[in-house]
């Protein structure tokens, strides 16, 4: 996605309370979601969490701490929201 790319410093979100950037995303096919609140972790697919937008989905490839630049691994918890 151009706007998480240079020269853009990534898209942000919170994640609890610990600021994040997002870096890499793909695209994946839309599904029906009774309750469609973005940010939302809907399903994990390939171990990456996928996200819910206001229309379609995103898999989050690589998130970064926003203070201290150090790569993400996996969430911890399903339940997390993207905020």
Excluded: Q
Aim: charged share 30%; with cysteine.
């Amino acid at each position: 996605m151009d706007a998480v790319g240079h020269p853009y410093r990534g898209a942000s979100a919170l994640v609890g309370d610990r600021l994040v950037r997002v870096l890499a995303v793909r695209e994946r096919p839309d599904v029906p979601v009774e309750n469609r609140t973005a940010g939302k972790v809907i399903f994990v697919d390939g171990g990456r969490p996928v996200v819910v937008c206001g229309e379609g989905l995103l898999r989050i490839d690589r998130l970064v701490d926003d203070a201290t630049g150090e790569a993400l691994p996996p969430l911890a918890r399903f339940r997390t929201r993207f905020g």
